[in-house]
């Protein structure tokens, strides 16, 4: 068994762990036992380490440096071309009862995945050194927080977990000697024999990213990957949190959080979901150019929301950084995102420019000379290839960002007015629609289609069911899912909670040529505005048989310049189309069998308000 030891520098090694948790101490032996690692490093999360770790890491060639006069201790990552997105073919849910993963999750039987990962972990992390990372989803001592350990053999997971999360000795604090906390194990599958060089990016070809929702622990294979190995993210934020959301009446949500104010200085929140690559991030940041009217930043991806004492939906923002989608992303979309991105962070899979910056596709219009692409060759700008991997990263501290709103991290969140929904939709969904009621929204989002992106394996542009945007993250079965989200309406009849309004929304309507219609990114603050003008029980709107849409002018679709036609398409329900998506829907929600009856009875009264019935 190796030595623990409380930090990496070689002056400093202690036989005993940093903490009195005795089950914390057990299972990290245990699992050192197995993976027989060259030693233990319990990270402490200071200035220090990181400093340690990056070197380190700059010598064994998985971190390029960028020039500290263009981002000050920003880093750079090219991984493996093999391990760039999310894989949901490789992802798991293995509860007790197949039934509880559902439809839509693989399922193994937990038995046979522990055995499975018994074998995978036998002797995987030789010749690397095992981090221990105590971590902490939510404010630092907030009652909303869950306290996570996550094992790792990746420094590039420590340096990312720093960024993304709260994490270190505090953390050991607070979680004490008995606290609860989800397991996380994570290696990246490659041991080194002795003597043996490593490689820029280690991982291996076979992965697997399981979670035991019961137990809530999680267990990740073979991939060095953000969703697939930063298992305070997805895996725990989403996958085991929305199991504990089931079980004690809360929400774990894939929904940005903003602060909007008006013109007269009122605030709302509001919080949205979008599937990944789909504009979170994008609208997190948003910086309108409607007069009087500021956005700041809560969160970018993930929301955690209960009913406080007052009756209200608070949310919280379980994580700490961004990791964010680098193309697209510029001084006219997201400047906002720019000024975040010039100090403490690592980027990866982007291109690196001869100053030793990064760069990628938006970043600038023309891109620079010399530039050296995601795979580490010349980049050559005819070859049409992009430079930076489509789904290339940005990893920031939240703090840093311009737009970051003063409560973003207070312990007991921030009251939600709205609730958005939306998906890459080309034709058929409008620029936005208000539900009717709760239920109606429960049944909009369930019902949500978006086109593929590079965030996860598979086919980019090819239409998808992802309900509530959490088709890949939902922990359990997404029929019981919907049941939940339709519990929580129905509760709200027989007691004060007041209920956030529900909208969806599409910023992705193209003509036949396949132009966006609606110009997006800053402009989405008008149908922001909107929202909140309907939260205040004003703003013009035109009942139709899919839902409540905003009239032009609500909008303000004449300040647009629009090409003639635009607006009535982005504003409009087309009978036919809807009929088609009303038939599509009741065969999809057959799917879900009878366990979600208030969404046959929402799909009822959409097909007599078409008169289909
Ligand atoms: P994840 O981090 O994967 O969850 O993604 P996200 O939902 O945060 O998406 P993000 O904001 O990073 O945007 C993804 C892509 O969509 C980027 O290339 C953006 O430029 C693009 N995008 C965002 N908002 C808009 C918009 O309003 N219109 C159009 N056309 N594209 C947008
Ligand atoms: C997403 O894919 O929704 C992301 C990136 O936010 S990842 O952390 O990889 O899930
Ligand atoms: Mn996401």
């Given at each position: 068994m190796p030595a623990h030891s409380l930090a990496i520098s070689d002056d400093v090694v202690v036989a005993l762990p940093p903490t009195p948790h005795r089950g914390l101490q057990d299972w990290i032996d245990e699992v050192a036992a197995r993976a027989q690692p060259d030693r233990v490093v319990w990270c402490d999360g200071t200035d220090a380490e990181w400093d340690l770790l990056s070197e380190q890491m700059i010598e064994t060639g998985t971190l390029v440096r960028l020039n500290p006069r263009l981002r000050r201790n920003s880093f750079y990552a090219r991984s493996s071309a093999s391990d760039v997105a999310?894989?949901?073919?490789?992802?798991?849910?293995?509860?007790?009862?197949?039934?509880?993963?559902?439809?839509?999750?693989?399922?193994?039987?937990?038995?046979?995945?522990?055995?499975?990962?018994?074998?995978?972990?036998?002797g995987c992390m030789r010749g690397r050194t095992m981090y221990v990372v105590p971590f902490c989803m939510g404010p630092m001592g907030s009652k909303q927080s869950v306290i996570g350990v996550e094992i790792t053999d990746s420094p590039y997971v420590v340096l990312s977990m720093r960024i993304m999360t709260r994490i270190g000795t505090p953390v050991l604090e607070i979680l004490g000697g008995d606290g609860f906390f989800v397991r996380c194990v994570h290696s990246v599958g490659m041991p080194l024999a002795l003597g043996e060089a490593d490689v820029a990016w280690p991982c291996n070809d076979e992965k697997w990213i399981a979670h035991f929702p019961e137990t809530r622990e999680i267990w990740s294979y073979g991939s060095g990957y953000g969703g697939n190995a930063l298992l305070g993210k997805k895996c725990l934020a989403l996958r085991i949190a929305s199991v504990m959301a089931r079980d004690e009446g809360w929400l774990a949500e894939h929904m940005l959080i903003i602060?909007?104010?008006?013109?007269?200085?009122?605030?709302h929140f509001i919080a949205a979901a979008f599937p990944?690559?789909?504009?979170?991030?994008?609208?997190?940041?948003?910086?309108?150019?409607?007069?009087?009217?500021?956005?700041?930043?809560?969160g970018d991806d993930i929301a955690w929301m209960r009913f406080g004492t007052d009756g209200r939906l608070y949310a919280v923002n379980p994580e700490a950084g961004f990791f964010g989608v680098a193309p697209g992303t510029g001084p006219a979309t997201n400047r906002n995102a720019i000024q975040t991105l010039t100090e403490n962070c690592i980027f990866t899979n982007t291109a690196l420019t001869a100053e030793g910056d990064v760069w990628w596709e938006g970043l600038t219009d023309q891109p620079p000379s010399g530039l050296t692409d995601w795979t580490g060759v010349a980049w050559d700008s005819g070859s049409g290839k992009?430079?930076?991997?489509?789904?290339?990263?940005?990893?920031?501290?939240?703090?840093?960002?311009?737009?970051?709103?003063?409560?973003?991290?207070?312990?007991?969140?921030?009251?939600?007015?709205?609730l958005l929904f939306g998906g890459r939709r080309a034709t058929a969904v409008p620029l936005a629609i208000e539900a009717f009621d709760w239920d109606h929204g429960v049944y909009l989002a369930a019902n949500m289609a978006s086109e593929g992106t590079a965030a996860a394996e598979g086919e980019v542009g090819k239409l998808r069911r992802d309900p509530f945007a959490m088709l890949p993250f939902c922990g359990y079965n997404l029929s019981d899912y919907l049941a939940h989200w339709c519990r929580i309406g129905a509760a709200a009849e027989n007691d004060s909670r007041i209920l956030p309004k529900i909208f969806l929304v599409n910023w992705f309507r193209k003509d036949t040529n396949g132009r966006f219609l609606w110009p997006g990114y800053e402009e989405n603050a008008r149908v922001l505005r909107w929202v909140i003008e309907r939260v205040e029980s004003g703003g013009e709107a035109i009942e139709t048989a899919i839902g409540r849409l905003p009239t032009p002018d609500a909008i303000g679709m004449s300040d647009l310049n629009l090409l003639p036609g635009v607006a009535e398409a982005l504003l409009s329900v087309d009978n036919e189309v809807w009929i088609d998506e009303a038939r599509r829907n009741r065969a999809y929600l057959n799917d879900f069998g009878d366990r979600v009856p208030a969404l046959d009875h929402q799909q009822d009264l959409l097909e007599q308000r078409l008169h289909l019935a």
């Open positions: 999310r894989v949901e073919s490789r992802t798991f849910i293995c509860s007790e009862h197949e039934a509880d993963a559902g439809p839509t999750n693989n399922w193994v039987d937990p038995k046979d995945m522990r055995r499975q990962f018994a074998e995978l972990f036998e602060k909007i104010t008006n013109p007269e200085g009122r605030s990944s690559a789909c504009g979170k991030t994008n609208l997190a940041m948003i910086q309108p150019t409607l007069p009087g009217w500021q956005v700041e930043t809560v992009p430079a930076a991997h489509p789904n290339a990263r940005f990893t920031v501290p939240a703090a840093q960002c311009p737009s970051i709103a003063s409560e973003w991290d207070a312990p007991q969140g921030v009251p939600i007015s709205a």
